[in-house]
């Protein structure tokens, strides 16, 4: 075994490391390889060193260093600096190879590079091995806790947001069912009165409008069950063929023959919740038809085009009388209704709802007009073209 | 014929293990061990390029999972050509970790190619809406995966390997 002489440092001078770490190899604890400024191998020595070949690069031999070459050279430059890629091994069938330490020097007086290969001490690989395990269960838990967290946080919210649309939407139906069940009671006793007076003719016409009035709480009812199925389920999307959709709608629209409802654009098939989309379409072309002023020869245009990114832009135009700017935030609201010219009662489902169930699946409503200076009316829908369940 | 490091990166237990020994030694996955440290494995491929006529030998880099974004800033990294970022499909909370090491890879090794590689297919389909939006908006190279059955694995590593043949053609 080499004597160690001290530098004036006080340290071991070293060529005689050199000879201390050769002196290790010789007894299978280490291995080492000498390189030159090109980094190939010029000797080799010990048992881990079996697949290195001399005269090659040595990241052809040892792929672990393949890319760190230039750190390698680099180290010329430095003082008592390393290459250090600790505990590899190459993957094999049985799994079972060393774990290798792999450290590299310059040796300034010999002007080559010192590779030293090592076992990666059991110790160590068993210190850091149990550390790591207990890490990733930890990180497993932390993910897992994180995630469940994360779903109990979306149902809450999901749950506020449910409870709150109820409630709204209570109120509205509660406010607007008064009106129509308020016309039965006054339609039945004038019906009443009028049988007493033998005006049996009367009596039907008072009838007739009492059936009006039902069937009008019949929508409303309807409306609120829609409503209440408007939740985002996977099984809700569905392609729908928006053109169909909307002839539909315009066609029930139409039914009286009061105005003229056009439909115009590109109507896309789309992945969507067909219901929401139904009852937001439905209820912009019943709006413009109930609030338009004259009773007829009224002209309602629909369009749809492709809005910005992944969304359709629905237009619904009317040439009615417009609706004042210091009402267009208004009317969004539940409870807000304009004092209708033509005598038409509130909307059963409101344009609140209809704001509300569109900006819940990522879309918007906006409205332009300015009675002041023109006719009409014009709702501006983005929606969204693809819905994720 | 050239040789290019790669990395195998993804958040513990999406399956780098399992997909680089399936690919390099078709062997079906056993019981999950942790990879500690780094394992490298060597393959060659061939017929690759533009003409078809390139050959490589990746050296593939199954790293430890729990390095997470520090893989980066570590020796393991320097020098890597590429890399397949896997997630694991049953999993949300790794394809949301993949979706941050592929902005992380894209900071710290601007320029080089990496794919997405989303395993464990055979439990759970192919479907985009498993993708968090950043995966499924990034215009890397998706590929789904099972190193149970085989699907796809060396489409992965190929792909991976042929676009770095073309970037040095």
């Known amino acids: 075994m080499p004597s160690f002489v001290a530098s004036a440092e006080g340290e071991p001078a070293p060529d005689q490391l050199a000879a201390a770490v050769r002196f290790l190899a010789m007894r299978g604890v280490c291995s080492m390889a000498w390189l030159d400024d090109e980094l190939r191998t010029k000797a080799c020595f010990g048992p881990l060193a079996t697949g290195i070949v001399p005269g090659l690069p040595i990241a052809r031999s040892v792929v672990a260093l393949l890319g760190l070459e230039d750190e390698i050279k680099a180290l010329r430059n430095t003082q008592n600096g390393v290459v250090a890629v600790p505990g590899v091994r190459m993957g094999s069938p049985s799994g079972d190879d060393d774990r290798l330490d792999l450290n590299v020097f310059w040796m300034p007086p010999e002007q080559h590079y010192l590779l030293l290969i090592s076992r990666t001490s059991p110790d160590e690989d068993a210190r850091q091995g149990e550390f790591l395990a207990e890490s990733r269960l930890r990180r497993m838990a932390e993910a897992e806790v994180a995630a469940q967290a994360e779903i109990i946080r979306r149902t809450n919210r999901e749950l506020a947001a449910a409870n709150q649309d109820l409630e709204e939407f209570a109120q509205v139906i509660s406010h607007d069912l008064r009106a129509p069940l308020r016309g039965v009671r006054y339609a039945v006793s004038d019906a009443q009165a009028a049988l007493v007076s033998s005006a049996a003719v009367t009596a039907s016409e008072h009838l007739t409008q009492a059936l009006a009035h039902t069937r009008r709480m019949s929508a409303m009812l309807t409306g609120l069950l829609d409503y209440a199925r408007l939740e985002r389920k996977a099984d809700a999307v569905s392609l729908v063929d928006t053109r169909t959709l909307v002839d539909e709608i315009v066609a029930a629209s139409r039914e009286g023959g009061r105005h003229e409802i056009s439909v115009e654009g590109v109507w896309p098939t789309i992945a969507t919740l067909a219901q929401p989309f139904d009852i937001v379409l439905r209820n912009i072309v019943d709006n413009a038809v109930k609030h338009h002023d004259r009773e007829a020869g009224g002209h309602i245009v629909v369009r749809c085009v492709a809005g910005a990114g992944r969304e359709l832009e629905i237009t619904v135009a009317d040439d009615g009388p417009g609706i004042d700017p210091a009402w267009h935030e208004a009317i969004f609201e539940p409870f807000k209704q304009i004092a209708e010219t033509n005598g038409t009662a509130g909307a059963g489902i409101g344009l609140a709802l209809v704001k509300k169930t569109i900006e819940r699946f990522g879309g918007g409503i906006a409205v332009k007009s300015d009675p002041a200076k023109e006719r009409g009316t014009t709702f501006v829908v983005r929606w969204p073209a693809e819905i994720e369940p | ?169």
């Not at chain 2, 491929?45 to 050296?59: F, N, Q, T, W, Y």
């Not at chain 2, 997470?68 to 997630?87: D, P, R």
Request: charged share 25%.
């Open chain 2, 1 to 169: 014929m050239i040789t290019r490091k790669i990395l195998l990166l993804g958040e513990i237990g999406v399956g780098k293990t399992s997909l680089v020994r399936r690919f390099v030694l078709d062997e079906l996955p056993t019981d999950y061990q942790a990879t500690m440290g780094v394992d490298l494995y060597r393959y060659e491929l061939k017929g690759l390029g533009p003409a078809k006529d390139r050959a490589i030998e990746l050296v593939i880099w199954d790293t430890d999972g729990s390095y997470g974004h520090s893989i980066f800033s570590h020796v393991y990294a320097k020098g890597a050509s590429g890399a397949l970022i896997v997630g694991d499909v049953t999993r949300p909370t790794t394809l949301e970790h993949m979706a941050a090491l592929a902005e992380a890879f894209t900071d710290a090794m601007p320029s080089r190619h990496f794919s997405l590689v989303l395993n464990k297919v055979d439990l759970t389909p192919p479907d985009d809406k498993l993708l968090p939006e950043p995966i499924r908006r990034s215009r890397q190279p998706k590929v789904w995966t099972s190193a149970m059955t085989a699907e796809n694995v060396n489409v992965a590593f190929r792909e991976t390997a042929d676009a770095i043949v073309r970037r040095e053609c």
